[in-house]
């Protein structure tokens, strides 16, 4: 079994994974805010 080095792997597939979760939950949370907003107003 290889030695575990801190630092050694490379994790671009993984900061990109993050990158595209970060970026449809923040969508997801923005249109649902706004669609409650939408709600709101319409029903008074």
Do not use: P, R, Y
């Amino acid at each position: 079994m290889a030695k575990h080095e801190n630092g050694k792997m490379d994790i671009t597939t993984q900061e990109k994974t993050f990158g595209g979760f970060v970026k449809v939950v923040s969508w997801g949370a923005i249109i649902s805010l706004l669609f409650l907003v939408f709600l709101a107003i319409v029903n008074g």
